[in-house]
C-alpha cells in the first residue's frame, strides 16, 4: 500500500494522522533517531511464518521477535522468520522494510507488541524509509485488530 492509499484508507476512517519526511534510515531504531520519534513508539513490522502462514508481528524498535513465545501464544508447530523473498510480493508499493503495520491490509494475521499497546501513539515506516506517520494507538488497534503479543516472559 502505498503512501496516498494508506493516507486514503485513514481518512475513510476519520483518522487523524501526521507524516513527516526524514533523511533516509533503513533501521526502525536509525528511523525513530532520524524522525525524533522514542523508540517505544516506532512501530517495526516482521515477517513471520507461522506453521507455514505468512504473518505481521509488530513491536517496538527496539525488540526482538522472540519466536518461542509467539509459538505458545498461536500454538503453532513452527513459527520462524520469513524471508524478504517470501514476503516482498505482498507488499508491492513499499520498500522492502518499509511496509507499514497494517498487516491486516495485505491479507496477514497481525500480532503487536504490549510495548507499543501502552502508548498513546505509535509512529511507522509509511511504505519508504524517508517518510514515517503517527497515529493513536487506539485507532492502528481498531483498524488493524492485532492480538497482544507479549516479547519478554511473564
Given at each position: 500500500?502505498?503512501?496516498?492509499?494508506?493516507?486514503?484508507?485513514?481518512?475513510?476512517?476519520?483518522?487523524?494522522?501526521?507524516?513527516?519526511?526524514?533523511?533516509?534510515?533503513?533501521?526502525?531504531?536509525?528511523?525513530?533517531?532520524?524522525?525524533?520519534?522514542r523508540g517505544r513508539e516506532m512501530a517495526k513490522p516482521v515477517m513471520v511464518?507461522?506453521?507455514?502462514?505468512?504473518?505481521?508481528?509488530?513491536?517496538?524498535?527496539?525488540?526482538?521477535?522472540?519466536?518461542?513465545?509467539?509459538?505458545?501464544?498461536?500454538?503453532?508447530?513452527?513459527?520462524?522468520?520469513?524471508?524478504?523473498?517470501?514476503?516482498?510480493?505482498?507488499?508491492?508499493?513499499?520498500?522492502?522494510?518499509?511496509?507499514?503495520?497494517?498487516?491486516?491490509?495485505f491479507g496477514l494475521e497481525v500480532f503487536v507488541s504490549d510495548t507499543l499497546?501502552?502508548?498513546?501513539?505509535?509512529?511507522?515506516?509509511?511504505?519508504?524509509?524517508t517518510e514515517v506517520m503517527q497515529l493513536a494507538y487506539r485507532d492502528f488497534?481498531?483498524?488493524?485488530?492485532?492480538?497482544?503479543?507479549?516479547?519478554?516472559?511473564?
Open positions: 500500500m502505498s503512501l496516498p492509499n494508506l493516507e486514503t484508507f485513514l481518512r475513510e476512517h476519520e483518522v487523524d494522522f501526521r507524516v513527516w519526511s526524514h533523511p533516509k534510515a533503513i533501521t526502525a531504531q536509525e528511523v525513530a533517531a532520524s524522525a525524533h520519534v511464518k507461522i506453521d507455514g502462514r505468512l504473518a505481521m508481528v509488530v513491536v517496538a524498535a527496539s525488540e526482538r521477535v522472540h519466536m518461542g513465545l509467539l509459538k505458545d501464544l498461536t500454538g503453532a508447530n513452527e513459527v520462524c522468520l520469513a524471508t524478504e523473498r517470501e514476503f516482498a510480493d505482498r507488499f508491492p508499493d513499499c520498500e522492502i522494510g518499509a511496509m507499514p503495520p497494517f498487516g491486516n491490509l499497546a501502552d502508548d498513546e501513539h505509535i509512529a511507522f515506516n509509511a511504505g519508504n524509509h488497534e481498531r483498524l488493524a485488530q492485532p492480538q497482544i503479543y507479549y516479547p519478554r516472559p511473564h
